[in-house]
């Protein structure tokens, strides 16, 4: 049987911004996939005044959903959102096929501005995490939670995929400001970038994972150990090797972080798939949400002669001549 040759070439040396690269390591049966984000993740944080800790963390959530999102085989939504009693009360990103974003966060502002150099269980606190798989309007949804108890966004994932998927998977998410010299002053910007590693095997056996424990085993009970598997331990080995600024650095190409990574058994890469900060609000839409609101609760929203709604996602503010949401015939009814 004739085998199918796959041509080989150097890693492109041009970074790509705003885009997720899928890559394939035959040798050690993983798939992963990066993503770095430029423009992009700067506009959707740069909306809106968060504090620097609240902007990082939001900033890794929509690194995630790019992550997970982008990973779709059918045309749909996915929603990360998270709900806690920490600093940070909820995150929400909303990826839209094929990779439209959208993302905000509610905060306490004091509680924020009260903490030392916050990590992620910091401002978090204690909740859940949940994703959503929407795949229209004639599918049933999908959704997964992971309890939030102090920890960080990249171990919720771990724990996502260990009960949720039990895909061994490796997760590695990094925020910064990049700073740069500009007329007027030093000019900061927003990046992020994210890999995402996954041990998928052939063979049924190497897929095996230990079982959860079920909560109720009698005392002194052995918890099922499967032994990992070597290549999977190799895998993890080198995901732990990346150093955040290497996911963030905009000079370096993805291609060579990933020849970086695995270059002693060959990595295969695929199709990049575009990113882009696009809100799905606008104003035809927002007279059509008023115009279904009971028509006191439309009354008592009239500010100076003018009713406002400002867009949670993007910060768009949108003002209308109450005429044009209540008429005459709303009051008959």
Not at 8 to 36: H, Q, Y
Not at 198 to 215: A, H, I, N
Not at 276 to 297: M, T, Y
Request: one cysteine or more.
């Amino acid at each position: 049987m004739s085998q199918i040759s796959i041509p080989s070439r150097a890693p492109g040396e041009v970074p790509l911004d705003d885009a997720v690269v899928p890559f394939e390591v035959a040798a050690l049966d993983v798939r992963g996939r990066t993503v770095r984000l430029g423009p992009m993740v700067d506009e959707i944080l740069s909306r809106h005044a968060y504090p620097t800790a609240v902007s990082r963390l939001l900033g890794e959530a929509i690194v995630l959903t790019v992550l997970l999102g982008s990973s779709l085989k059918f045309e749909g939504r996915f929603i990360l959102q998270t709900q806690t009693d920490g600093p940070v009360r909820m995150l929400v990103v909303d990826w839209r096929s094929p990779g439209r974003v959208r993302a905000y966060a509610q905060f306490d502002a004091d509680a924020v501005a009260a903490l030392t150099a916050p990590g992620d269980g910091d401002l978090l606190g204690r909740g859940h995490l949940a994703m959503t798989i929407d795949q229209g309007a004639d599918m049933n949804r999908y959704q997964g939670l992971v309890a939030l108890g102090g920890g960080t966004l990249e171990e919720a994932a771990h724990e996502y995929f260990l009960r949720s998927e039990q895909i061994p998977t490796r997760v590695r998410l990094a925020v910064a400001e990049e700073f740069s010299a500009a007329a007027g002053g030093a000019q900061r910007r927003w990046r992020a970038g994210g890999l995402m590693l996954q041990f998928l095997p052939k063979s049924e056996e190497r897929r095996r994972v230990p079982d959860l424990d079920p909560g109720d085993a009698p005392e002194g009970t052995e918890p099922h150990v499967v032994p990992e598997d070597d290549a999977w331990v190799e895998g993890q080995a080198l995901v732990e090797t990346i150093e955040d600024v290497e996911l963030l650095d905009p000079a370096l190409s993805t291609e060579r972080l990933l020849f970086r990574l695995f270059h002693e058994h060959g990595v295969r890469v695929f199709r990049a798939v575009d990113v882009e900060a696009r809100c799905s609000c606008s104003r035809e839409r927002v007279q059509g949400i008023l115009e279904s609101f009971p028509v006191d609760d439309r009354v008592a929203m009239i500010e100076d002669g003018r009713i406002s709604v400002t867009c949670e996602f993007c910060n768009t503010r949108y003002e209308f001549d109450p005429t044009t949401v209540i008429r005459p015939d709303d009051a008959e009814g």
